[in-house]
């Protein structure tokens, strides 16, 4: 069994608005295992972002107040100093953002940016950081580690700038590294290059992964477990075998319904209608989501949905799954939930 990296615990992070606090991240709880890949799934608005930052520490601390734990190698994040916390961050904590152009620095060159972070976290002398920095470009497929050390970041294409902003995350071996949203801006084929490589660096480290993305179809390949998120709660967790072969919220049903493929091409895909509540008008206790599927009974809901365990490490939320079916088009049992409550 491999060792826990990180391990949170009732994680419920919430935003001023005014003079209220609305959480975003609703007492989340799971682990991550050195040389796992463990993918937070779902839609815009869902908190996974949220929840990322709040792992990393990176939430402006006037607007933002994070409760519950978050344990890293017998410290509790959450209670970490900034300063304590900067030594963590980048070296043992590393993150790859979705968009490269806006989290590289576009005045300094890649080798530079790379060298920040060895910087800071290490003792190298000034060619030591150098040879370690090509090193690490050539490490994450950087065809001419010598030139792209010498340049900019709008001088690369988009695969090339994830890639270097990988090499960044990976600079100090960090135990854990966040991708959130990490092929999100680039084309299919690449997407997969990146994910292979992460998958190849990982081989190499045993890092954790947590990996962030709205498209089910991208873990299907790299992830270990899910966690399936829906309006700041999980709502479905397990197996990436568990989920795919038997996943029964509504939520995640939807989730994997919405993934095109050979078979869905001949009949329509169901694809669950809405959006997600937004914090400050979400029902803080019904199941969230019954307003996205009014054809299911009232009474096929819980008061207070809990997470129950229906196969050894797969829960879901909420016992609306027992009842749950795709609704046909034009089904005349669609009523307003609204209405009869
Ligand atoms: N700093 C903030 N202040 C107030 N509300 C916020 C803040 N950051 C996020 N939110 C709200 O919290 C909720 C979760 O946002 P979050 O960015 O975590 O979602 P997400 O699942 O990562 O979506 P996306 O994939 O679009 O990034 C949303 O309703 C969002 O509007």
Not at 219 to 239: F, H, K, L, P
Not at 327 to 336: I, L, M, N, W
């Amino acid at each position: 069994m491999n060792k826990a990296i990180l391990e949170i615990e009732n994680l419920t992070t919430s935003f001023r608005i005014g003079s209220t606090y609305h959480a975003a991240v609703d007492d989340v709880s799971f682990t991550v295992n050195e040389n796992e890949i463990v993918a937070v799934v779902g839609e815009s608005g869902c908190g996974k972002s949220a929840l990322a930052l709040s792992i990393m520490q990176l939430h402006n601390k006037q607007r933002t107040k994070s409760e519950g734990t978050i344990h890293y190698n017998g410290q509790n994040l959450l209670k970490l100093n900034e300063t304590q916390m900067n030594k963590v961050r980048g070296k043992e904590l590393g993150m790859i953002f979705q968009e490269p152009l806006t989290a590289l620095n576009p005045l300094m060159t890649i080798g530079k940016q790379i060298e920040e972070n060895l910087d800071y976290h290490t003792k190298l002398s000034k060619d030591e950081k150098k040879k370690r920095t090509i090193e690490l470009l050539t490490q994450v497929g950087i065809p001419y580690p010598e030139r792209t050390y010498k340049q900019f970041p709008h001088e690369l294409s988009g695969g090339m700038r994830q890639r270097a902003m990988i090499s960044i995350a990976i600079a100090c071996n960090p135990a854990l590294v966040i991708a959130d949203e990490p092929t999100t801006a680039l084309d299919v084929t690449i997407q997969a290059q990146i994910l292979d490589l992460l998958k190849d660096i990982q081989s190499r480290t045993r890092m954790g992964i947590i990996l962030i993305t709205h498209d089910l179809s991208v873990v299907a390949e790299v992830a270990d477990r899910i966690v399936v998120m829906y309006a700041g709660q999980v709502v479905e967790t397990g197996s990436v075998k568990e989920i795919f072969n038997n996943p029964l919220h509504p939520y995640t049903r939807s989730l994997l319904n919405s993934i095109p493929s050979a078979s869905h091409e001949k009949n329509r895909l169901h694809v669950i209608e809405g959006i997600v509540p937004s914090i400050a008008k979400m029902d803080r206790i019904g199941c969230r989501f019954q307003d996205r599927i009014p054809w299911i009974p009232r009474h096929a809901h819980e008061e207070r949905p809990q997470l129950h365990e229906v196969a050894k490490g797969h829960f879901v939320r909420c016992t609306c799954y027992k009842e749950f079916y795709f609704q046909a088009e034009g089904d005349e049992s669609t009523h307003d939930i609204t209405q009869s409550r």
